[in-house]
Structure formats: structure tokens, C-alpha cells
Nanobody
Framework: QVQLVESGGGLAQPGGSLRLSCVAS????????MGWFRQAPGQEREFVAA?????VYADSVKGRFTISRDNAQNTMYLQMNSLKSEDTAIFYC?????????????????WGRGTQVTVSS
């Protein structure tokens, strides 16, 4: 059974950092592209970053966020630096259908339940 569990969210000050983790089970992380998405209240789910054959970032997080993975631990990470209030959202990790990093949520088969990130002073 495919399962994704996010952690690491919380409250951060503007300019601060957080590192999100996504522990995968039921499949080998190395075989698939993985992505991070986020959803703020009243807004649609939006793409943040994805790692597969290539690595792709949303323009809004380029230079601030870094996606990485530890295949031995079957875990994916999102290092978030220089956080802004507009980064406040629930962050979700997702497994793609294949190995290509995609920005469309329609290209993802499995989703975690999310972890809340709040950036506020």
C-alpha cells in the first residue's frame, strides 16, 4: 500500500527556515519522480517543486527552496529558506505516475495528508 507521510511543518518567522520531510512506504522512492505542492486557504493547490529525471521549481520558490531525497531512507525533503508570509499553506508531498518531474497535480498518483506551514512574526 502506497503511503506518504509529511512532517516538519510549524510556525516560522519571515526570513526563517523549515525543513519538511516526506516518508514514503509501499514503493521504492528511487523509481518515481516526487513533488511538493501547497494549498493556502481559499486557493487552489499549487506546484512548489519536483524531483525526477530533472528537478523543477516554481518561480516563486526558486533560490529559496531545495528539494532533495534520501533513497536509502525512502524519504524526500524540502528545505525552505528565506520564508515569506505568502508561503503560509498546507504542504503536500506526492508521487508521480512515472519518473518525470511534473508541475501538474494531475500527473501525481498518490498524496500525503499534508503538514501546515505558517510564516508569521
Amino acid at each position: 500500500q502506497v503511503q506518504l507521510v509529511e512532517s516538519g511543518g510549524g510556525l516560522a518567522q519571515p526570513g526563517g527556515s523549515l525543513r519538511l520531510s516526506c516518508v514514503a512506504s509501499g514503493f521504492r522512492l528511487m523509481d518515481y519522480a516526487m513533488g511538493w505542492f501547497r494549498q493556502a486557504p481559499g486557493q487552489e493547490r499549487e506546484f512548489v517543486a519536483a524531483d525526477g529525471i530533472t528537478t523543477v521549481y516554481a518561480d516563486s520558490v526558486k533560490g529559496r527552496f531545495t528539494i532533495s531525497r534520501d533513497n536509502a531512507q525512502n524519504t524526500m525533503y524540502l528545505q525552505m529558506n528565506s520564508l515569506k508570509s505568502e508561503d503560509t499553506a498546507i504542504f503536500y508531498c506526492a508521487r508521480a505516475w512515472g519518473a518525470v518531474a511534473e508541475s501538474s497535480p494531475l500527473k501525481y498518483r498518490a498524496w500525503g495528508r499534508g503538514t501546515q506551514v505558517t510564516v508569521s512574526s
